[in-house]
């Protein structure tokens, strides 16, 4: 049960003492390809990771069922815009690190609220302001959790940041 979790759980790795094979899934498991055969109950070996599972959207809808949940958002997993809308826009995953090993990826986070997810993504077309992505991770980082605390309001980031309002649910 994911409740039954550690919040402090220094090792999530199975293989080591003290870690959570649910956690180690819940960290490292991906939406399946198309064209992966899976299991009845939707799941399958991960092998492009080498570890961990791959899921199909009846597995997410039953996640989301059990846990009285409406969507998913995940990471770990490189998105060259910094997100991507999945599984019938039941799930998100982000990337919050742009030029990630040398890639052109971009930066993402999300600011949920009122009831709407709005994603806010670096913009790495223009060369940073102040330091390094880094330092520009960190503002974009700053910003969100401004907006969140209420202390600014949206017309302050065109600047910095683009940021996309996601598609109403059908």
Known sequence: DINR???VLPQPDPAQQGGSS??????????????QGLGPDGFGDNTGRGTAHVF??????????VYSLSHLVRAHEVRKSGFQVQQHARM?????????????????????SEAKIRFI????????IVGSLASRAAAASAVAAALAS????LPLLPSLVHHRS?????
């Open 121 to 128: 993504r670096l913009d790495h077309s223009s060369a940073p």
């Open 150 to 153: 209420g202390q600014v309001s």
């Open 166 to 170: 996601s598609p109403s649910p059908p």
């Open 56 to 65: 199909n959207s009846e597995a997410l809808n039953n996640f989301l069922r």
């Open 92 to 112: 998100v995953t982000l990337f919050s690190s742009s030029g990630y090993c040398g890639a052109t990826n971009e930066a993402c986070c999300i600011l949920a």
């Open 22 to 35: 649910l956690a180690w899934d819940l960290l490292w498991n991906d939406p399946a390809p198309p064209d």
């Open 5 to 7: 979790i550690p919040r």
